[in-house]
């Protein structure tokens, strides 16, 4: 699918659900977000069916994400049929780790190309505090074996937010020493409570992880669905990743939409711009109609954000990151 200003678009990012089992400072409230009623959560067959439009339109790739993509029942289920659907030719969830240890197995059987785990800390009180939930060991857990049975590649992510030394931000990286795991660094979005905290850009960051890792060098050998850009640090065998959409924007590149948990085809992160695709699959209405207004809503896509002006800018999505999926 081509958009109003010629990108591909190839990705899909779907939101299995809003629920989660952490809050995380910068992603939700401390109270959480008002959930959706399950009967309002787009259900396998729905999601199924759009995926399946968007395929024979050229979307070749998905990711699973939530919320927490591992606590919607049956997500194995959802990814090997997702995995059958002719065009979809790689299927990947980012999660939070929590469930990851027990669910691994399950998850690479259905087909699940690649996981990348969300783990701002290797310190349990500092992950306490990033996420309001005592489960760092259970996420090291589900690491330690996501690393040791190898069985599709795995990604970290982080996003700083409390400080590079309070993080062991240079601790997260030695997972990338010994293992095939990339390690990336996610810049602050000014989205849900994210634009609360102070941003650390990618500039600050990278110089600090050179003075301690030698110099980065810039690399193309990681394979991924968009814009994290990775180096080569001397004797690591992963990769080290920056994904920052505030300090190096990537929108002339952008090759995705998004689903929400609902069923709203969002066509930018930042703008409250796409169209609610639950109204038309519950009407009845043909696969030609849903295809047009996919197609419509992708026309209308918007060039850019503009989050290096901060929150709350005029027709800004008030939906939170949990609720959009990242
Ligand atoms: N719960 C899963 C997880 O945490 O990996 C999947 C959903 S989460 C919304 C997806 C990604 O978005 C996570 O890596 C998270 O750290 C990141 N994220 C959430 N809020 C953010 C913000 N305000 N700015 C940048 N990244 C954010
Ligand atoms: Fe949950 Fe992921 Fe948001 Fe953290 S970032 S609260 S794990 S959805």
Known sequence: MIDGVGRTIDYIRISVTDRCNLRCIYCMPEEGVPLLPHDEILRFHEIWRIAEILAKNGVRRVKLTGGEPL????????????????????????????????????????????????LDTLDRDTYCQITRRDEAERVKRGIRTAVE???????????PVLGMEKQQIFEITELARTAPVHVRFIEMMPIGTGGRFEFLSEERL??????????????????????????????????????SAVSHQFCSACNRVRLTAEG???????????????????????????????????????????????????????????????
């Open 264 to 326: 709203f085809l969002k066509t930018c992160l930042q703008y409250d711009c796409g169209v609610e695709l639950k109204p038309l699959l519950r009407s009845g209405c043909s696969d030609e109609v849903l295809e047009q207004a996919i197609k419509r809503a992708l026309s209308e896509k918007p060039a850019g954000h503009h989050f290096g002006d901060g929150a709350g800018q005029p027709g800004s999505d008030r939906r939170g990151m949990s609720q959009i999926g990242g």
């Open 206 to 243: 990278r110089a600090a992880l050179e003075e301690r890792l030698g110099p980065l060098t810039p690399c193309s050998d990681v394979p991924g669905n968009g814009p994290c850009r990775y180096f080569a640090a001397e004797d690591h065998v992963g990769r080290i990743g920056f994904i």
């Open 149 to 159: 049975k190898g069985r599709v590649p795995l990604k970290i992510n982080c996003v």
């Open 71 to 118: 606590v919607r029942r049956r997500i194995a289920e959802l990814a090997a049929g997702l995995k059958r659907i002719p065009g979809i030719d790689n299927v990947t969830i980012t999660t939070n780790g929590v469930l990851l240890e027990e669910m691994y197995d399950e998850l690479v059987d259905a087909g699940i190309d690649a996981i990348t785990v969300s």
